[in-house]
């Protein structure tokens, strides 16, 4: 798992790449957590290349949306597969993001 | 040339301009300390104005009514504050706050609501002059705090509308208005007197429906209550759904995420539903089918974490199936919630999918 990070002006995009499970959530957990500084601008996941999304993960993704909201910031979900459009809708997770 | 005061005007002007530092810090301190306590007691107001009085409208004011004043703590205006609520009920709100905070000078202080005859309509707001009590607060460097004296002028928007225009016209000027124009101006104030009361008859009628909503809701009769905004706030804080939430997040022993399903209101008006009890029978006729809907799309998963919206999404889902809705259906429940999206369309399809071999379909 791997995530790449570019910020841009006001706007950070982190590129999730591989199998977001729970040893990935793990490892990726400090960027992710660095993510939530930037959390009262605009956040992009782009999830062009993840192939899987567990509930760990889910967390991850939680956690953000709750920094944006203490921050009046914005998350937006780009680029998810289908299969983990069906996780996120199964979960609910669908409309607590912005998708794209 | 403008003309020399006489020697009391001075002497009134040089203890002014001694104090006017503190006066600013009141003008500036005493707002910000105000809008607090309006916070505190739940007042919106829609503006607090401050001002000194400018040297140049002192001498002004020096000069035709000098004599009147001993020293400069006689005169109440030289810190003006205004308070400025939506609700003319809120002016008295504001008043209690002001009674509770300062002394209040109620021989110079005035209710120009109660000055008019009963058949005259003009400037209506209430004057308060104020003073810090020592009790409240002092500061050694400036002993004179508490003597000062400043007005608070409390109105409502409308009445603050008027007063301006009213002020536009220069009345004061010594330029004499034609009688027709007074009299419009007079009428216009009786129109939003009748206006400011009207807002504030409004705001109560919609304080006792949201009580008599309330009401209903806790005691059970759900058919009478109609479903609006209000209706379904009320609804959702007796936790209609938590109880099909628990049962689905039994399926992995997910962790439920509280989040706020204000956004099913429309759903559940578009598929024509009228009262709260129609959402109950919703509940009550559904909840299998949305059990069973959630546990073909979890039980293959070790998935450990839901949102509270799962429960209404799928209660809404199998309601629409079973009503013939299909796949426009289930696409414009998406839309609604999520936002309209092509690829609500592929989710659409693969609820479909997913369903339509479940016990509920084929009953």
Redesign the interface.
């Known amino acids: 798992m791997e995530v790449k990070i570019e910020r841009e002006n006001a706007v950070v995009t982190a590129y999730l790449i591989g199998r977001l499970d729970t040893p990935a959530s793990l490892e990726i957990a400090p960027q992710v957590n660095g993510l939530s500084a930037d959390a009262g601008g605009k956040v992009i996941l782009d999830c062009s290349e993840l192939s899987y999304i567990?509930?760990s993960g889910?967390?991850i993704f939680?956690t953000l949306r709750k920094a944006a909201a203490e921050k009046g910031g914005k998350i937006i979900v780009r680029n998810i597969s289908?299969d983990i459009?069906?996780?996120f809708?199964?979960?609910?997770?669908?409309?607590?993001f912005?998708?794209q | 040339m403008a003309p020399v005061p006489d020697q009391h005007a001075q002497d009134l002007l040089a203890q002014y301009q001694s104090l006017l530092p503190v006066y600013k810090q009141m003008a500036d301190v005493i707002p910000e300390k105000l809008k607090g306590f309006f916070d505190e007691a739940g007042i919106i107001v829609a503006a607090v104005e401050h001002r000194v009085k400018s040297e140049e409208s002192l001498a002004g004011k020096l000069k035709l009514k000098g004599g009147k004043y001993r020293d400069i703590f006689d005169i109440t205006d030289l810190v003006g504050i205004r308070v400025i609520t939506f609700y003319i009920d809120d002016v008295d709100k504001v008043a209690s706050v002001l009674e509770r905070l300062f002394e209040i000078d109620w021989e110079n202080s005035i209710d120009k609501r109660k000055a008019h005859e009963i058949d005259s309509f003009g400037y209506l707001s209430l004057h308060y002059i104020c003073r810090i009590p020592e009790s409240a607060y002092t500061n050694p460097e400036h002993p004179e705090l508490n003597r000062i004296r400043f007005e608070v002028q409390m109105r409502t928007v409308l009445q603050h509308a008027w007063a301006n225009m009213n002020h536009d016209t220069g009345y004061k000027s010594g330029v004499e208005i034609p009688r027709v124009y007074l009299r419009n101006l007079s009428r216009l104030a009786g129109m939003l007197e009748l206006v400011d009361d009207e807002f504030s008859r409004i705001r109560r009628e919609l304080s006792d429906y949201r009580r008599s909503v309330q009401k209903l809701v806790a005691s059970g009769n759900l058919g009478e209550v109609q479903l609006d905004g209000d209706s379904f706030k009320s609804y959702l804080q007796i936790g209609p759904f938590d109880m099909l939430s628990r049962r689905i997040a039994s399926i992995n022993q997910a962790e439920i995420q509280p989040v706020d399903l204000s956004a099913f209101l429309g759903v559940f008006k578009a598929m024509g539903f009228k009262t709260l009890g129609d959402l109950a029978a919703l509940i009550k006729d559904y909840s299998d089918a949305a059990y069973q809907i959630a546990c073909f799309q979890m039980g293959i998963t070790d998935l450990d974490i839901l949102s509270s919206s799962v429960a209404p999404q799928n209660l809404c889902t199998a309601y629409i199936l079973k009503n013939g809705g299909g796949r426009a259906g289930l696409k414009l429940m998406l839309d609604a919630l999520n936002g309209p999206s092509e690829s609500n369309g592929f989710m659409a399809d693969f609820l479909l999918e997913q369903t339509k071999d479940l016990p509920f379909m084929n009953k």
Not at chain 1, 89 to 96: A, I
Request: cysteine-free; charged content about 15%; overall charge positive.
């Open positions: 567990s509930s889910l967390r939680l289908n459009r069906n996780v809708m199964m979960t609910g997770f669908l409309n607590l912005e998708i």
